[in-house]
């Protein structure tokens, strides 16, 4: 298994978002505020070295739209 969740994204803007982990029953792992670079692919790296196996979920949130994508850890 990987220690490393890579979370590959392009914007169109520069504003700033948060990428949060929360674990199958909602509370909340990760937290971090990324800023990313405008019209260019990006990959921003998440340790989950520490997560038991099981499903997670991913969310990325800008304040005005936010996108959940689950992922799982074997």
Not at 35 to 52: A, G, H, L, W, Y
Not at 57 to 67: A, P, R, T, V, W
Request: charged share 25%; hydrophobic share 40%.
């Amino acid at each position: 298994a990987s220690d490393i969740l890579n979370v590959t994204y392009e914007t169109p803007n520069i504003e700033p978002f948060v990428l949060r982990v929360f674990d199958a029953i909602g509370r909340l792992l990760i937290e971090t505020e990324v800023n990313p670079c405008c019209f260019k692919e990006t990959i921003e790296r998440v340790d989950i070295s520490r997560f038991q196996g099981g499903i997670y979920f991913l969310q990325i949130d800008n304040g005005k739209e936010s996108s959940i994508e689950s992922f799982v850890v074997k």
